[in-house]
């Protein structure tokens, strides 16, 4: 059978869908060649709050994430959402990433800092952790990318020469709990730091970029400064082979975002978009080699 895209799984008649796919097969058209391995930076450990999601325990992860040709996965902790024990969590998460995946995953941490000794916990990450970035959330942990502490922040993970990890969305708004609304992260003030911070390297987590107000201001964003996004996120046919056009390749950076969403839905926006085996490799491992240095 020719090689599976949504387009042509699209055209497939349900009935036959059935008969011609199980789990096992599926999996086989969208596994990625050993040419192809991709560097993952968006997967998370631990579990999410409200539900039970399919790969939700560090093996079961790992294993699928093995399944797809993944050979590094850069996850973060769902328990740096709502626990206030960022300390504990970031410890449990290098832990985690330590005992499964014989170092397929790197942690990268929490930190909060509208909580004291925020700045001791960075310091954790980088010194006793040993790991190359952090992951922030700032629409759940209550502060603005327009506040003096952002800027502190920012400061300190230049000094430190730390991968910046920023997620502006972790739900979407029509799935969250009426006592659990929490909205987007604005991004519209880093266009005004980036250029106080032109070491510091951003990642941008879980942005449909393809919207046009996104799309107009990480356009700006990646011509500012050393702004990347990753692709689980993008909606649309083509949807990576759109962006591309629109921002330089070399910015743009291969995330799934499981097992929140399917790794085989990423992996599917790869093959569906227009692109070249030399783009694909890019996209896959390429950029974010050079990112992590």
Known sequence: MKSLTRRNFLSIPLGAVALQ????????????????????????????????????ETLGLVK??????????WAGSLDSLLHKDISGVNLRLADECRAHGDGMLLPFGAVNPTLPD???????????????????????????????VFERLLTLVEERNLILQLAVGMEDPRTQLPFLRVGAVDLEPLSRLLPHFPQVRIILLNVNALQSSSLELLEALTRTGQ??????????????????????LSRILFGSYAPIFYFEAAWLKMQESPLTQQQIRGILRENAKRVIG
Not at 65 to 72: A, I, M, N, T, W
Not at 131 to 142: A, D, F, S, T, V
Request: glycine share 10%; charged share 30%.
């Open 118 to 148: 925020w700045e001791e916990d960075l310091r954790r990450c980088h010194e006793e952790l040993k790991m190359p970035g952090i992951r922030l959330h700032p629409n759940y942990h209550g502060y603005r990318l327009d506040e003096p």
């Open 21 to 56: 796919f199980d789990g096992d097969a599926l999996a086989e058209q969208v596994v990625p060649r050993a040419s192809e391995e991709a560097v993952d930076v968006n997967v998370q450990l631990s579990r999410w709050s409200c539900r039970r999601v399919q790969g939700d």
């Open 64 to 73: 699928q994430l093995r399944r797809y040709g993944v050979r590094e996965a």
């Open 227 to 248: 702004v990347y996004c990753e692709i689980s996120w993008l909606e649309g046919l083509g949807g990576v082979g759109r962006l591309a056009k629109s921002i330089s």
